[in-house]
């Protein structure tokens, strides 16, 4: 249903970073780097799987800030890429919110969520789903 998901970042250079890293743990490849007409850099990260998620400088020029009841959440494939996910988060300059990573009970039973937050405050979720 998506196409794309994107968020603005304050910092893009720091956002290739972090980006590069956590994604790298679900598979994704680097950043593929793109200046918008309108002068902005935008980071590119493409999934097999036909999502885009993408990082940018705000066009307006204007501070990028959170989207308030907004998460991002990526489908990881196993409970240990969910761990995975947040700690190579923390370690690359994201902050742990939330409960830890680990199993919740919801609606479609047992799931495993992980939170953080991007160096600029978007609130990003590692989520898997048994089957």
């Not at 935008?42 to 990082?55: E, K, M, P, T, W």
């Not at 799931?111 to 979720?125: E, F, M, Q, S, T």
Request: proline share 5%.
């Amino acid at each position: 249903m998506l196409f794309h998901t994107m968020v603005g970042s304050n910092d893009i250079k720091r956002s290739k970073h972090f980006y590069d890293a956590v994604l790298g743990t679900l598979g994704v490849n680097e950043a593929t780097i793109n200046m918008a007409g309108s002068g902005h850099t935008r980071l590119f990260y493409r999934s097999d799987r036909g999502a885009n998620f993408i990082v940018t400088e705000p066009i307006n020029d204007k501070p990028a800030t959170v989207a308030n009841g907004s998460t991002v959440a990526f489908s990881c494939v196993s409970a240990e890429q969910v761990r995975q996910f947040h700690d190579v988060a923390v370690a690359n300059g994201g902050t742990s919110i939330e409960d830890g990573p680990g199993p919740r009970q919801s609606a479609m039973g047992t799931i495993h969520l992980a939170y953080v937050r991007d160096p600029d405050g978007n609130k990003l979720c590692g989520i898997y789903i048994p089957s």
